[in-house]
């Protein structure tokens, strides 16, 4: 079947140090792979995405990289910032209607 | 552009009352998803509509869940004789095309069962 296995939290990090979350996949197809956040009291934004294998998606100074051969899509950042604080969902969509996401990882920066 | 639109926002019933839960998608998206995050748990795909059409039930529990995307208004989901295990966040997203790999998100509404 079809599911996304994340890292599991919560995650406590001071300012400024690296962060790994990491998420590994089964899809029966060829997924694409999502990275969502949600932030306290809201809905889930899209973060970054990508489509095919060794693609990067990247924003906010967030990566990841669609690795088939391990099916991975580990999400990093080099300097983290208290307002990065939120819950992380990594998903995959296969069939254009249906996401499937992982657990979410919640992620608190301290000053 | 005013984003995917969710009411209320927190909701309480108690068993074996009714919950209705509305989700009015982006502008100009005619495509709508429900998903529902369980305490603990990942979000889990429930249901995809169109306008009038329900494309995709197949994460819908089979008994006193049902969904409907009207041509005019929101989209609901509607809980009949709720029970405490369907104490959730219900999220609604929503496309502009089929089969748009990007869907936006919704604010949740949180149903607390008594």
């Known amino acids: 079947g079809n599911s996304v296995t994340q890292m599991e939290g919560p995650v406590t990090l001071s300012e400024e140090a690296f962060l790994t979350i990491n998420c590994t996949y089964t899809a029966t197809g060829y997924p694409s792979l999502f990275w969502y956040v949600q932030y306290p009291g809201e809905g889930l934004q899209l973060l970054l995405k990508a489509t095919k294998a060794d693609d990067k998606g990247s924003n906010k100074g967030f990566e990841a990289t669609y690795r088939k051969e391990t099916t991975s899509f580990h999400l990093e950042k080099g300097s983290v910032q208290v307002s990065d604080s939120a819950v992380y969902f990594c998903?995959?969509?296969?069939?254009?209607?249906?996401?499937?996401f992982g657990t979410g990882t919640s992620l608190t920066v301290i000053p | 552009n005013a984003g995917v639109m969710q009411n209320p926002r927190h909701l309480v019933r108690r068993r074996g009352q009714e919950a209705r839960l509305r989700c009015s998608p982006m502008?100009?998206?005619?495509?709508v998803y429900w998903y529902r995050q369980l305490p603990e748990e990942g979000l889990k795909f429930m249901v995809y509509l169109q306008k009038e059409n329900i494309i995709d039930e197949s994460g819908m529990p089979k008994e006193r869940f049902s969904a409907e995307f009207p041509k005019e208004g929101p989209s609901i989901l509607r809980i009949q004789q709720v029970v405490r295990g369907d104490s959730a966040a219900y999220f609604c997203a929503s496309s502009q095309y089929r089969g748009e790999e990007t869907q936006y998100f919704g604010p949740g509404t949180r149903l607390l069962v008594l």
């Open positions: 502008k100009g998206h005619s495509h």
């Open positions: 998903a995959l969509e296969l069939t254009g209607n249906q996401f499937y």
